[in-house]
């Protein structure tokens, strides 16, 4: 096994099937982001009514040849990022800081989430359609609905927004920053993949941590307001965009970052360092 810096081994977190599980995971990320950023460049550019959101992805993945084994992958490919952030959780992410507690806690927050996810795609590809393929909006109004029934729900509503709306500045300054540099592995890229993995890291960051900030600032307003009506899920974030007065082509410009982010997850899929 290869030595870390302090001489102990390598933990198991780092096997072959772990490694493998993680890149399935990013692979399947990137699908699903593409997919919603095509889709949500349809609604910018048509007004279309197609559901920029998960569910829409699965739906649109579904539709294609072979669409039922392609969800399927996708699905697998979700239990397989979940495996991984598990992974990290028990034994410690790659990386010098990788065995904090900050980090292990960060990496069971993403395990519990891409469980979620894949429960959903799989559920659609084994036939309930509604499962996997329902809408973020409705969800995130009927889970608002049912918190702030709780004693002290508009405040633990409030916290999750602010939480959602402090996650997605993060995102944003990690990726200005180009903090996954980190975690890639530069000696099996060219300078040219490098320099398109950095446009596709910091676009596609950015607009992934922006889209982030909104979902949690609705939240907020839900919770401010005591109106579950006014929590928005993906598709109803992304239309809210093209509300704006920048109108649809705030949308559009979005929605290109979340088809690069796709893209981004393939590049870390193939070089990040596992």
Known sequence: MRRLPDGGEVRAARGA??????????????????????????????????????????EELADKPLGGV???????????????RLSE???????????????????????VFYCVVAGTVLAFAAGERESGAGSTDEQSRDVTTRLLGWPGGQWLVAAAGVAVAVTGVWIVVRAAMRSYREDLKPAGMSPA?????????????????IVFAAVGG?????????????????????????????GPWLLAVVAVGLGMFGLFSFAMARWRAL
């Open 17 to 58: 099937g772990t490694v493998a599980a993680a890149r399935a995971g990013l692979t399947a990320r990137g699908v699903i982001y593409l997919l919603v950023g095509v889709l949500a460049l349809r609604v910018a550019l048509t007004g279309g009514g197609e559901q920029a959101d998960r569910g829409g992805a699965v």
């Open 70 to 84: 392609l969800v399927w992958a996708v699905g697998i490919g979700l239990v397989g990022m979940a495996l991984w």
């Open 89 to 111: 959780a028990v034994f410690g992410a790659a990386g010098p800081d990788g065995g904090k507690a900050r980090e292990r806690l960060f990496s069971a927050v993403r395990f």
């Open 193 to 209: 993949v490098r320099r398109a993995v950095d446009v596709l890291g910091v676009g596609g960051g950015c607009s992934r941590g």
């Open 218 to 246: 609705f939240a907020v307003q839900a919770a401010v307001a005591y109106d579950p009506a006014r929590a928005k899920g993906l598709d109803d974030t992304l239309r809210a965009f093209a509300g704006t007065p920048a």
